[in-house]
Nanobody, 123 residues
């Protein structure tokens, strides 16, 4: 089992920045690819970004490219999502997730999920 706890969400004005953190505990963190997903009210959960367990490979949704950066610190068992130039349409609950082995952009490939952190971007 991997337990994941997100933090860093909040209310920010459009154009602002937030850095989300996801702290992992339990099984070996470094063996897992990590991802960030988000879900807005009335919408399905969508992929945002993912990073391989060594950190050398990253994937981004088109909506996140150029604005968001995913990173990880395996020594701290933590993955981050730096979000810049935030837009009102980024408003959602953001979830981190862990997938054994291969980096994935599909939610069903992830075995463990955090409870989410709310990000609200005001216009």
């Amino acid at each position: 089992q991997v337990q994941l706890v997100e933090s860093g969400g909040g209310l920010v004005q459009a154009g602002g920045s937030l850095r989300l953190s996801c702290a992992a505990s339990g099984r070996t963190f470094s063996g897992y690819a990590m991802g960030w997903f988000r879900q807005a009210p009335g919408k399905e959960r969508e992929f945002v970004a993912a990073i391989s367990w060594r950190g050398g490979t990253t994937y981004y949704a088109d909506s996140a490219k150029g604005r968001f950066t995913i990173s990880r610190d395996n020594a701290k068992n933590t993955v981050y999502l730096q979000m810049n130039s935030l837009k009102p349409e980024d408003t959602a609950v953001y979830y981190c997730a862990a997938a054994p082995g291969k980096t994935a952009t599909i939610a069903t490939m992830y075995d463990f999920w955090g409870q989410g952190t709310q990000v609200t971007v005001s216009s």
